[in-house]
């Protein structure tokens, strides 16, 4: 289904839950169909302007990174179709821009973590998520006991990630991974410094 006018389709979740899988089989959709499609991400820890978004199916597409929410209109402006990825790093105009530009007869598709590693809402998703015409929420598989997961769990060393460590990490602290887990073996040990 492809429409006419202006949408916000939010596609959301944990780590690990395919997020990235969806867009990309929606941008795919949308290519097929001759419509222009640019893809944009947050610059974090890369100096390029042009970057490749590979999934974890290995899905792949071409995407241009920007600094902040600011510049994604100047960058957007040959697209039919808006792609942002990694919604949850953008500072808080991200809403207002992804509005501007739905307004403007754009179809805007945004990726990004709902939660942070503590479980709490991250970044601009849920303001984007409110004003989203279309809210995808996916799930993942929890590592501990096979049931949906909705949460993504830090691990610093091997051992959950206390509340206070930082929340976004370039270039790693210790040997830090992620993991899908369902709210009962979600852990976030309180603060370690306290
Ligand atoms: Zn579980």
């Known amino acids: ?7 916000v389709h939010v596609i959301c979740g944990c780590m690990f839950c395919g997020k990235t899988d ?6 795919r959709r949308f290519s097929i169909a001759g419509r222009r499609v640019v ?17 974890r199916s290995g899905a792949r597409h071409r995407a241009v990174t920007v600094e902040g929410a600011a ?6 402006a040959e697209g039919d179709i808006v792609a942002v990825e990694e919604g949850q790093f953008f500072d808080e105009a991200l809403p207002d821009v992804v509005e501007r530009l739905a307004d ?8 990004g973590l709902d939660r ?6 991250f970044g601009p998703m849920p303001r984007l998520m409110a004003l989203a015409d279309q ?10 006991c096979g049931e949906p997961a909705t949460r993504t769990q830090r691990l610093i ?3 959950p990630a206390p509340a206070d460590s930082p929340l976004i990490v370039i270039g790693g602290i210790g040997d830090e991974t992620y993991e899908a887990r369902c709210r009962l073996h979600h852990e976030v040990p309180a603060a370690a410094s306290a």
């Open 39 to 55: 893809l944009v991400k947050p610059r974090l820890d890369t100096r390029s302007d042009e970057v490749t978004v590979v999934s």
């Open 135 to 144: 809210v995808t929420k996916l799930t993942a598989i929890c590592v501990v």
């Open 22 to 27: 969806e867009m990309l089989r929606l941008l």
């Open 116 to 121: 942070d590693f503590r479980g709490i809402p």
């Open 157 to 159: 060393d091997g051992v």
């Open 1 to 7: 289904m492809f429409y006419t006018s202006g949408w």
């Open 71 to 76: 510049e994604i209109e100047a960058v957007v």
């Open 104 to 111: 403007g007869g754009r179809q805007v598709l945004v990726t």
